[in-house]
């Protein structure tokens, strides 16, 4: 999900390596740091949008009002 440089949160688009024959019911995501990192920040993940080839997910730290300097990853699935 990359760095985020200025307070706020970030939008993220995803696109499905295989579109979906219809929109996905749910697509479930969570942020997490690289492996072998360790951080405080906690963040919140909410899908924005959702369509049979991809979606948006707002990412937002929710611990302290400021910005983040790690690289966070999505981790996402996506159920029919």
């Not at 024959?21 to 697509?27: D, E, L, T, W």
């Amino acid at each position: 999900a990359g760095h985020q440089h200025r307070g706020g949160g970030k939008v993220v688009s995803v696109t499905f390596p295989t579109a979906f024959a219809a929109v996905p019911g749910q697509v479930v995501c969570t942020v997490r740091t690289a492996t072998g990192a360790t951080f405080s920040d906690t963040f919140a993940a909410t899908t924005k949008t959702i369509t049979a080839t991809g979606f948006t997910v707002n990412i937002q730290r929710v611990d302290v009002d400021a910005s983040w300097g790690q690289a966070l990853l999505l981790d996402w699935l996506a159920i029919p």
